[in-house]
């Protein structure tokens, strides 16, 4: 608990269980590959690269399209508009039944129900009521990631403490402008938090909607790919999804430090 | 400069009793020192005159007229603690009460009144010897540094009456006797009425006018939330006041009691 390491060290430290799982991963392709030269499982780095580049750089026979490009396109369209959409609801649902008591009172038990309806159960109304299309995947996404958002900010906004609620109207503050100058400018680190802890579940939501019904994007490729146990497309696929998804938390996280800089002057190191 | 009369008040949370039969003129001008022991519902009281409660029974009147039962730009406040915006620096922590006043729908000013609220704002900042530190944000400043923005703040709006909930409670004795001698300077300053909840009862009679202590007069050990509690000292503590204050000499006074109860005016 005292041993602290020091800055090149600590990279070191990081960087270690990669390479560790990177020298496995070559050592077993390589042992697979000299047993069965027509082996599927664990491709060679080498051919993954090729895939890749042939993948992201050489436009498809039949589309004339690059197959990485408009994958990811068409999957951070849906993803953006998912949580965008679910962090407007968020936002002003949980600041509304959060601050005032009236519409905690009418919607807060609903919200609380909503959460816990599994939202890969609705998905088949989804395609139903809104037709294969994008419109679907975007609202499962939104089903899936509003009710915990509005919950989460209903939450924070109840932690404020009241002398500041108090304050801000012995100051001569109106409702409104209590919650766009107080509450709303104190919420939002958190729920820039909150968001970041939604886009595990976000990504989850959306992979398994584009698995279901969709003719593009990385999700419904994965899957393509499994069918012709294509590993050299699905292992490169994955780890794009993951960085794109690391990619996404690290830059909220920096938004929101350089956005409200005072909420993370207590933070420990 | 606001007089209050309050006429047989009650408190009660359910079965409970916190505050009865609180009778109380208070008068324009005057430092109220309000002490008593933990639970005899000091800072109830002070959360009644914000309007933060609504009394059980009777009637607070601020200059004759019956209070709004909610806290509004005419009572400022000073809590112990979580008085200031962590949000905003020391400067916006003033101005935004300048904004709050001007900009009823997006609570910001621009241009000309902007640059008159920031001057204001510098202004005050000043008087609480804040100037040098207008950009930082309160997680920066130390605890007697952040109830002086506070108190800045609360007198942005110049309200009628300040009330103090043991504003100095968390700070070391020397900041705390800084504080008082700026919270006396500015009562002197801008002649609003205070009201001070305090532990302290050498705070009490250091700073009050007068010095008012609430206590429950009766006990039922059968049932504890029975009685409240009410005034039991009302004391004069102005020089000329018939109560013998430390430090003062007194010039021998006609001491028929009339002056108890009556209160002070400036």
Same mark, same amino acid.
């Given at each position: 608990m005292n041993i602290v390491p020091g800055r090149g060290s600590r990279l070191a430290l990081a960087l270690l269980p990669f390479v560790v799982i990177a020298l496995v991963y070559v050592v077993g392709s390589a042992e697979r590959r000299a047993a069965n030269p027509d082996d599927k499982l664990l491709p060679p780095i080498s051919e993954m690269a090729q895939t890749v580049h042939r993948l992201a750089f050489e436009p498809d026979r039949r589309s004339e399209e690059t197959v990485l490009w408009t994958d990811t396109a068409a999957s951070l369209q849906r993803l953006g508009l998912g949580l965008g959409i679910a962090t407007l609801i968020g936002l002003v649902v949980g600041l509304a039944i959060g601050l005032l008591p009236v519409v905690g009172s009418t919607f807060a038990s609903l919200i609380a129900v909503l959460s816990m309806i599994p939202p890969m159960a609705v998905l088949p109304i989804l395609f139903i009521v809104f037709?294969?299309?994008e419109l679907s995947k975007v609202v499962l996404i939104v089903f899936g990631v509003a009710p915990f958002l509005v919950r989460d900010l209903a939450l924070a906004v109840g932690n404020l403490p009241a002398e500041q609620l108090v304050k801000a109207q012995s100051l001569g503050a109106s409702t409104w402008q209590l919650a766009i100058r107080v509450v709303l400018p104190q919420v939002m680190p958190r729920l820039i938090e909150a968001v970041r802890l939604s886009l595990g579940p976000a990504f989850l939501f959306l992979i398994s909607a584009e698995a279901i019904?969709?003719?593009?994007g990385l999700g419904y490729r994965i899957f393509l790919m499994r069918r012709y146990l294509a590993m050299d497309v699905i292992l490169p696929y994955v780890a794009w999804i993951t960085l794109l998804a690391y990619l996404l938390d690290f830059a909220l996280a920096r938004a929101a430090r350089h956005a409200f800089p005072w909420a993370y002057v207590q933070e420990r190191r | 400069m606001s007089a209050i009369s309050i006429r047989d008040l009650w408190l009660e949370y359910g079965n409970q009793i916190v505050l009865e039969r609180i009778n109380l003129q208070i008068d324009a001008g005057g430092f109220i020192a309000l002490v008593g022991p933990s639970g005899a519902g000091k800072s109830s009281f002070l959360r009644l005159i914000l309007g933060q409660e609504r009394p059980t029974r009777g009637a607070i009147l601020l200059d004759g007229e019956p209070l709004r039962s909610e806290p509004g730009p005419d009572r400022g406040v000073v809590f112990q603690r979580y008085s200031v915006f962590p949000h905003l620096t020391a400067l916006e922590n003033v101005l935004i009460a300048f904004e709050f006043a001007s900009s009823p729908v997006l609570a910001r000013l621009r241009g000309e009144a902007r640059r008159d609220a920031l001057a204001k704002s510098a202004a005050l900042l000043q008087e609480v010897g804040l100037e040098a530190h207008r950009?930082?944000?309160?997680?920066? &400043?130390s605890g007697g540094m952040q109830q002086r923005l506070a108190i800045a703040q609360a007198l942005a709006r110049r309200p009628r009456v300040l009330l103090l909930d043991e504003p100095f409670g968390a700070l070391d004795p020397g900041t705390r006797a800084q504080m008082h001698a700026l919270i006396r300077k500015l009562w002197h300053e801008h002649g609003t009425t205070v009201i001070m909840v305090t532990h302290d009862i050498k705070e009490a009679f250091g700073l009050g006018t007068r010095l008012i202590a609430l206590d429950r007069t009766r006990l039922d050990s059968q049932a504890a939330g029975r009685y409240g509690a009410t005034i039991t000292y009302d004391l004069d &503590?102005?020089?000329?006041?018939?109560v013998p204050v430390l430090g003062f000499l007194k010039t021998p006074a006609p001491l028929d009691g009339a002056n108890i109860n009556q209160g002070i005016s400036p």
């Open positions: 037709g294969l299309g019904a969709a003719d593009v | 950009d930082k944000y309160p997680s920066a &400043l &503590l102005r020089r000329d006041g018939p």
